[in-house]
């Protein structure tokens, strides 16, 4: 085994020369946080529906953002196209957490997320808790 400089015995590295996220295991949610402060930061000159536009990729994830188009917001009413049943079930079942996220990233009170398909225009789907 070769010798490197501050390893114990097993040739680990000690705490000292480890990375920060190594010792505490946490930097993608620090990062994703800190990432939140200055979008949040930086929105703070939009239009209530472009912070909420601009803040849904951050909210709900790529993923499904992807599958999702926002179509409107008044009177902290959120209308989002979903693109089908099972995406509009996933979306549903994290409509508390995505209000919870839009008013911490955008600065904006959502207070009800309107769902609706897009073969179905008329037929809408209200987020219960």
């Known amino acids: 085994m070769r010798h490197r400089p501050y390893a114990d015995h ?6 000292a020369e480890k990375p ?6 946490a930097a ?3 990062m994703r946080d800190v990432l939140r402060g200055v979008l949040g930061r930086s929105l703070a000159s939009m239009s209530a529906e472009d912070r909420i536009a601009a803040a849904w ?10 599958r999702t188009q926002i179509l409107s917001f008044a009177d902290g009413v959120l209308s989002v196209e979903v693109a089908d049943t099972a995406w509009l079930k996933q979306m549903r079942s994290l409509s508390e957490k995505l209000k919870a996220e839009l008013r911490s990233i955008a600065g904006v009170g959502v207070t009800d997320i309107l769902f609706t398909l897009p ?3 008329a037929e809408k789907y ?3 808790p």
């Open 10 to 15: 097993s040739g680990a590295l000690s705490m």
């Open 57 to 66: 990729p951050v909210a709900c994830g790529q993923r499904l953002a992807e």
């Open 28 to 30: 993608p949610e620090r």
């Open 119 to 121: 073969s179905t225009s």
């Open 126 to 128: 209200r987020a219960k």
């Open 20 to 25: 920060p996220f190594r010792q505490f295991g």
